[in-house]
């Protein structure tokens, strides 16, 4: 099975909102509203930003929002902060009942 | 609040398997499904496989013949073993509680190399 696909690298300035993308198939991003979005700092385990392709786990800021539109989600950060920087993953339940994750992105904050 | 730990050799020599054990608290093996996933040095994240406590399992296809997955749940432990390791197979390894395909709760990783 292959990732799911997102940009390497995105970046924005404090302030701005930026969206990252992660496009797959009818198997599985298309087919399915399991799509999760995680964020990972350095050295550190991922964290559960969006899952069920919009909602906020608790704690999560509302600077947050996932979408998707036919095999792509996406996930939007609005009003940039620092501490937002570190690499996003996506991922999606698969018509095999398996799980695929994207290829990774890195959030630049300028 | 939910914990999980994994543990297990940091080294482990090409051919051999690979065990790890993820140790959880705070929860019920019972209340959701249980996985491992992987990341290689600088990589991203691959999922490797999950379980249900009942016994319900489901392995990546590109490790399937290698890969077993066990629950304890008299320790509240669940197991991964990987069979015939080489060195694509140095990963930081994380344990995880999954729920509808949602990864939860994440163990802190623990990185195991393949090396003689």
């Known amino acids: 099975q292959s990732a799911l696909t997102q940009p390497a690298s995105v970046s924005g300035s404090p302030g701005q909102s930026i969206t990252i993308s992660c496009t797959g198939t009818?198997?599985?991003?298309?087919?399915?509203?399991?799509v999760s979005w995680y964020r990972q700092h350095p050295d550190k385990a991922p964290k559960l930003m969006i899952y069920d392709v919009t909602k906020r786990p608790s704690g999560v800021s509302n600077r947050f929002s996932g979408s998707k539109s036919g095999n792509t989600a996406s996930l939007t950060i609005s009003g940039l902060q620092a501490e937002d920087e570190g690499d996003y993953y996506c991922?999606?339940?698969?018509?095999?009942?398996?799980?695929?994750f994207g290829g990774g992105t890195k959030l630049t904050v300028l | 609040q939910v914990q999980l730990q994994e543990s297990g050799p940091g080294l482990v020599k090409p051919s051999e398997t690979l065990s790890l054990t993820c140790t959880v608290s705070g929860d019920s093996l019972n209340s959701a499904y249980w996985s491992w996933v992987r990341q290689p040095p600088g990589k991203g994240l691959e999922w490797i496989s999950y379980m249900y406590y009942g016994g319900s399992t489901n392995r990546n296809p590109s490790l399937k013949s290698r890969v077993t997955i066990s629950v304890d749940t008299s320790k509240n432990q669940f197991s991964l073993r990987l069979a015939s390791v080489t060195a694509a197979d140095t990963a930081v390894y994380y344990c995880a509680g999954v729920l509808s395909a949602t990864y939860f709760h994440w163990g802190q990783g623990i990185l195991v190399t393949v090396s003689s």
């Open positions: 009818s198997s599985d991003v298309g087919g399915y509203n399991y």
């Open positions: 991922s999606s339940l698969t018509s095999s009942s398996t799980v695929l």
